[in-house]
């Protein structure tokens, strides 16, 4: 895995991007992302794709906490999510593209550039 400057790894999706879901339960399925753990190589996506890990919490009255079930995103790796292209609604891997205003992720299929 090749490292920036800064000692992490370059990701093909940012927050806020629509991806969708190469494997696993979510598969086909679309979603945006929330947050992207980049040292973990792992993303939380929300929408159709959301997969919840389920916890039974017990009350504390006094923390405050209420008891019941609690649902917490899943992280998805980072290579089993596709950056979802806007002209075409598919998969499509990107390339990165110097401009004046810094490095522009660009479709490979369509040329779409995600700024």
């Given at each position: 895995m090749k490292k920036s400057a800064n000692n992490t790894a370059k990701c093909h999706v940012r927050k806020g991007d629509t991806v969708i879901v190469l494997s696993g339960k979510s598969r086909g399925?679309?979603?945006?992302?929330v947050e992207v753990q980049?040292?973990?190589?792992?993303?939380?996506?929300?929408g159709d794709a959301?997969?919840?890990?389920?916890?039974?919490?017990?009350?504390?009255?006094?923390a405050?906490?209420?008891?019941?079930r609690v649902q917490k995103l899943r992280p998805i790796h980072i290579s089993n999510v596709a950056l979802v292209d806007p002209d075409t609604g598919k998969a499509t891997r990107v390339r990165r593209e110097r401009t004046e205003n810094?490095?522009?992720r660009v479709s490979k299929k369509s040329g779409h550039r995600f700024e």
């Open positions: 399925k679309t979603g945006t992302v980049v040292k973990e190589q792992r993303v939380l996506v929300d959301a997969i919840y890990n389920t916890k039974h919490v017990r009350a504390n009255p006094q405050n906490v209420e008891g019941g810094g490095v522009v």
